[in-house]
């Protein structure tokens, strides 16, 4: 299995810890993650869902446009994002 974000990371150190009686050090040196990254509690915009369905919902309405587009259109609007 190929662990590439640090949530998953974080959510498998966790796992380590405490299926197999491993100490988080040991779990985060063999998981290759951060101690500064396990313990950060992740934060979420207020506008993040909205955000998302509006960058999903482009390339149906624009084509085949790029992220990169799809930012720019968006930030045009003056941060509304729907």
Do not use: N
């Amino acid at each position: 299995m190929k662990v590439l974000s640090p949530s998953r990371r974080r959510c498998c150190v966790e796992h380590m810890v405490a299926k197999i009686a491993v100490s988080e050090r040991w779990a985060r040196l063999v998981m290759g993650q951060h101690r500064a990254t396990q313990r950060k509690i992740p934060e979420g915009r207020a506008d993040e869902d909205v955000l998302t369905r509006a960058l999903i919902s482009r390339p149906f309405r624009f084509g085949r446009y790029r992220y990169g587009c799809i930012h720019w259109l968006l930030a045009q609007r003056d941060g509304k994002w729907a």
